[in-house]
Antibody
């Protein structure tokens, strides 16, 4: 059974930094691309970032480019999102998802999300 | 940048057919994916690559993509199908989501 368990969400001041993680199990982690998708309170889905299976290719939404960094540790089956220079508009539930890194790649599985709140 | 447009809401009676559309420029040049998010839950894929159903998704869910419009069709709609439906495509190394359509079954 595929499981994705996010952690690390917190209340952070504007301009601060935070790293969220996603522990994966139930599939060959290094064989699949992974993504982060967020959802602000009462809003729709917004793609944040994706990474290929080896970690060599990364993709970012314009809204986070230069501030967020996606990475993965295939030896630990863990996906990360380092978020710097956080803004109030980054407040959202951050989902980890399997896939979403190509033209024929659906978001096959989703975690339950970790909440990030950016406020003073 | 590429944009996907969805109606804010669709309402049907139980047993009827619901059609949820997603529009974008030359959309049929891309694969469209559909997700449902039920209240308090994470999203779940219901259609991938325009018209394929993942295992466990009922046959009454179907998809089509032609011209500038992709359509998710739900036949014999049930109250359990209520939720927010999102389309997604891959464009220029980025993921684009539609704004979402709230399906109400009453």
């Amino acid at each position: 059974e595929v499981q994705l368990l996010e952690s690390g969400g917190a209340l952070v001041q504007p301009g601060g930094s935070l790293r969220v993680s996603c522990a994966a199990s139930g599939f060959t982690f290094g064989a699949d691309g992974m993504s982060w998708v967020r959802q602000a309170p009462g809003k729709g889905l917004e793609w944040v970032s994706g990474i290929g299976g080896s970690g060599a290719r990364t993709f970012y939404a314009d809204s986070v480019k230069g501030r967020f960094t996606i990475s993965r540790d295939n030896s630990k089956n863990t996906l990360y999102l380092q978020m710097n220079r956080l803004r109030p508009e980054d407040t959202a539930l951050y989902y980890c998802a399997k896939g979403g890194t190509g033209y024929s790649s659906p978001f096959e599985y989703w975690g339950h999300g970790t909440r990030v709140t950016v406020s003073s | 940048s590429y944009e996907l447009t969805q109606a804010l809401s669709v309402s049907v009676s139980p047993g009827e057919t619901a059609s949820i559309t997603c529009s974008g420029d030359k959309l049929d040049d891309k694969y469209t994916f559909w997700y449902v998010q039920k209240p308090g839950q994470s999203p779940m894929v219901v259609i991938y690559e325009d018209s394929k159903r993942p295992s466990g998704i009922p046959e009454r869910f179907s998809g089509d993509n032609s011209g500038n419009t992709a359509t998710l069709t739900i036949r014999g709609t049930q109250t359990t199908d209520e939720g927010d439906y999102y389309c997604h495509v891959w464009d220029s190394d980025t993921v684009i989501f539609g704004g979402g359509t709230k399906l109400t079954v009453l």
